[in-house]
Nanobody
Framework: QVQLVESGGGLVQAGGSLRLSCTTS????????MGWYRQTPGKQRELVAV??????NYALSVKGRFTLSRDNTKNTVYLQMNSLKPEDTAVYYC???????????WGQGTQVTVFS
């Protein structure tokens, strides 16, 4: 069992920044895959950024503005969000995959609201 807890969401003016955190209940060394997703009402959950095997990929809509990083000491993965736009407004979710076959876990999400 892996527990994921997101934090850091909030209300921010367009052009501002936020840093989201995802804290895990186990060492992130044992987690195969870590990702950030987002979802707005009426839309499918969208991939924002993922890391696997030390390779990180970003959605085109956030590339150059968002950065995924990790702190192994704190068992935490971060999503630094800069130059925020109203279209970034969503609930952001942390996702992890562990073991083989992989088992998938999700956090409860954190709300990000960007106003113009």
């Amino acid at each position: 069992q892996v527990q994921l807890v997101e934090s850091g969401g909030g209300l921010v003016q367009a052009g501002g920044s936020l840093r989201l955190s995802c804290t895990t209940s186990r060492s992130i060394f044992s987690i195969n895959y870590m990702g950030w997703y987002r979802q707005t009402p009426g839309k499918q959950r969208e991939l924002v950024a993922v890391t696997r095997d030390s390779i990180t990929n970003y959605a085109l809509s956030v590339k150059g503005r968002f950065t995924l990083s990790r702190d192994n000491t704190k068992n935490t993965v971060y999503l630094q969000m800069n130059s925020l736009k109203p279209e970034d407004t969503a609930v952001y979710y942390c996702n992890a995959k562990v073991g083989w076959p992989e088992t998938e876990y999700w956090g409860q999400g954190t709300q990000v609201t960007v106003f113009s």
